[in-house]
């Protein structure tokens, strides 16, 4: 979990090729689902362009084919969901209904100015159409004000780890493995 531009997507990543897992992201499930030529897609689409979050009802259907595949048997590395207790509490409720549970929650954190300024320069990168300066503004909006709570819901549990998410792409995964071998 963090804010955008905290580089949640190139960590999972990482992370779960470390661990050999599958890496399930929101966003990714987002996009496809915003292509997609159906009621579904065109719904998800008028929010994603917005900068708001997808209606649970649509991505929490899509991504629980992810987590109850086969795939994600021995587990999975969750990127960018859930964002809030409204999507916390079915997230968790499904897994101990299928005999998983969470176990660790990482953090990267990563003041705002920076995170904009990554955004910015990852438009022109990467071309991304859903990184305009109002869909940024916009869901960091939304990440302060909804976020904040499941991560004290998660460090209440004992599984919320937090890392500086500053420092260069090597740097932070340096931060998370030592802080995931840690407390593991």
């Given at each position: 979990m963090?804010?955008?531009g905290s580089g949640k997507s190139t960590q999972a990543d990482l992370l779960a090729k470390k661990l050999n897992l599958l890496r399930i992201s929101s966003g990714d499930i987002a996009r496809q689902l915003i292509n997609e030529d159906s009621e579904e897609g065109r719904k998800a689409w008028e929010?994603?362009?917005r900068g708001e979050l997808i209606p649970d009802e649509i991505l929490?259907?899509?991504l629980k084919q992810y987590f109850l595949s086969p795939q994600a048997a021995n587990g999975f590395v969750l990127d960018g969901y859930p964002r809030n207790m409204e999507q916390a509490i079915p997230f968790e409720e499904m897994?101990?209904?299928n005999g998983k549970r969470m176990d660790k929650v990482i953090l990267i954190n990563l003041p705002d100015e920076v995170g904009i300024q990554r955004m910015m320069s990852r438009i022109?990168?990467?071309n991304r159409s859903d990184d305009t300066p109002e869909a940024i503004k916009t869901r960091l909006g939304i990440y302060h004000?909804?976020?904040q709570p499941i991560l004290d819901y998660y460090r209440r549990q004992g599984i919320?780890?937090?890392v500086d998410g500053s420092g260069?792409?090597?740097e932070v995964a340096a931060l998370i493995d030592k802080n995931f071998d840690d407390k593991n």
């Open positions: 963090g804010p955008q929010y994603y362009n929490f259907a899509r897994l101990k209904n022109s990168k990467e004000q909804q976020t919320l780890s937090e260069t792409i090597p």
